[in-house]
């Protein structure tokens, strides 16, 4: 059983449309995350969930809007996608907010828009 | 962003040892020093991490410096699969991973 797992791995879409990514774990986790990797390979995060509460923003514009069905699962909706979002998304999760609490990452899902 | 600086690349044979340098000189007494690593087209991993004292596991072992001031990542014989981007991350109480550039490593067959 993959521990945190994304869907699509790869979306390819123009500019303009909306998409949603989404993320689901199964490790009984109360923290989520989702983290963007740019071309140049930096990995930033964007946002984080607390038991389906918004605990992170990081100044990321508003057509990103992250949605916490349940503390399984965090979805990344994107709306009016612009060439600037194409990078490879990754999403998280850990036991608690605590210091020394490891996260478990999926296996990204790289998005390309044209 | 991050408080750590790394070699941006380092090589090492296959089957020797390698460590990992990290220095973290604004280390605050309540930041954990954690290290992931990326491999090529994979999400980020979770290596070790440790606060004050040296730390093992079945993937690595970290080294901190009395001062905490850096610390070493140590990979005691490494091996192809352990090609990959090693982040040194200091993580504080909001639970906010944040990664550096890391330091790329290569394993020469």
């Known amino acids: 059983d993959t521990a945190v797992s994304q869907t699509p791995k790869y979306l390819v879409t123009q500019m303009g449309n909306d998409k949603s990514i989404k993320c689901e774990q199964n490790?009984?986790?109360?923290?989520m995350y989702w983290y963007k990797q740019d071309s140049k390979k930096f990995l930033k995060i964007m946002f984080s969930?607390?038991?389906?509460?918004?605990?992170i923003n990081e100044t990321v514009p508003n057509r990103f809007s992250p949605k916490s069905p349940d503390k399984a699962h965090l979805n990344l909706h994107i709306n009016s996608l612009e060439l600037g979002d194409s990078a490879v998304y990754f999403c998280?999760?850990?036991?608690?907010?605590?210091?020394?609490?490891?996260?478990?990452f999926g296996q990204g899902t790289r998005l390309t828009v044209v | 962003d991050a408080k750590t600086t790394q070699p941006n690349s380092m090589e090492s044979n296959e089957e020797e040892p390698v460590h990992l340098p990290c220095n973290h000189s604004?280390?605050?007494?309540?930041?954990?020093i954690h290290w992931y690593r990326q491999l090529p087209s994979q999400g980020p991993e979770y290596v070790i991490h440790?606060?004050?004292s040296n730390v093992n596991n079945r993937m690595a072992s970290l080294a901190i410096a009395e001062d905490r001031k850096s610390s070493t990542l140590i990979l005691h014989r490494a091996t192809l699969r352990d090609a990959a981007v090693y982040y040194c991350?200091?993580?504080?109480?909001?639970?906010?991973?944040?990664f550096g550039k890391g330091t790329r490593l290569h394993i020469l067959p």
């Open positions: 440790g606060l004050t």
């Open positions: 991350i200091l993580k504080n109480r909001d639970d906010k991973i944040i």
């Open positions: 998280a999760s850990s036991q608690e907010v605590r210091v020394n609490t490891e996260a478990f």
């Open positions: 604004t280390i605050s007494g309540t930041d954990y």
């Open positions: 490790l009984g986790h109360d923290t």
């Open positions: 969930y607390n038991n389906k509460e918004l605990i």
